[in-house]
């Protein structure tokens, strides 16, 4: 992961996003939803939805929501029924995109994704053409102002936990952990008094590609189209940021 901070990307979309919070509180229910409908109501029995509701309190989301999309997955008669698919394409300069998307109407997920990659300098690949060039990884982010733990001691604290990797800047800590150990890990930094800004299972790319200087406004106006797409849930790429 050297090289690759997901952090600066985290930065670069936080006021966007801020901007979307209604939407981005939409398309958390529906992850919400999904997870308590296939797997149950209880978070302690049920790993996805843990990670969606964690994912939604990480987002501010307010419990009310968080409850009431557990309770409309629950409830008798709720027949809503959704698809997860990941789309592969590329952008500028070929940087690997993948979107991955849960949706209730596949014809329509598939044409709007589509039309976002033809209209900003993109194009849709068929499956497999880069997934292969990312790797599923758990990643927690610890703000540096909220600990007064050094480098040093951080290390020890990550590699006790289970922890792969640990990246360090002036602002973050950045944790990367095998998917499987996530969820240990996280917890585990969480008992010891941490403060996690960010604890999500991700896809980091392997390698990173520059965005050529005259294709910026491209590929950030693609970004934005794929990630403003109701049926969208998360957005990756391989560019340098």
Do not use: C
Request: hydrophobic share 35%; net charge negative.
């Amino acid at each position: 992961m050297a090289g690759h901070s997901k952090w600066n990307n985290i930065k670069q979309r936080k006021g966007a996003q801020d901007a979307k919070r209604g939407k981005i509180f939409q398309k958390l229910s529906k992850e919400i939803y999904k997870a308590a409908k296939d797997g149950g109501a209880d978070p302690e029995m049920n790993a996805s939805l843990r990670l969606a509701v964690d994912k939604a309190k990480s987002n501010n989301m307010p419990n009310d929501n968080i409850d009431r999309a557990i309770k409309r997955a629950t409830d008798a008669g709720q027949g809503d029924n959704y698809d997860e698919v990941v789309y592969e394409g590329y952008g500028p300069n070929g940087i690997a995109i993948l979107v991955h998307a849960l949706t209730d109407n596949l014809n329509r997920s598939s044409t709007n994704i589509r039309v976002a990659f033809d209209r900003n300098g993109g194009s849709l690949g068929e499956k497999g053409s880069v997934s292969y060039m990312f790797d599923r990884k758990g990643y927690i982010a610890i703000d540096r102002e909220t600990t007064d733990a050094d480098e040093d001691t951080m290390l020890m604290e990550v590699l006790e936990a289970g922890g792969e990797e640990l990246e360090t800047s002036d602002e973050v800590f950045e944790i990367y952990t095998e998917a499987t150990d996530f969820t240990a890990v996280r917890d585990a930094l969480k008992e010891a008094g941490f403060t996690l800004d960010q604890a999500e299972l991700t896809m980091i790319p392997q390698t990173t590609l520059p965005v050529p200087a005259d294709k910026e406004e491209t590929f950030e106006n693609l970004i934005d189209a794929l990630e403003d797409d109701d049926d969208v849930s998360e957005v990756y790429h391989n560019a340098e940021v």
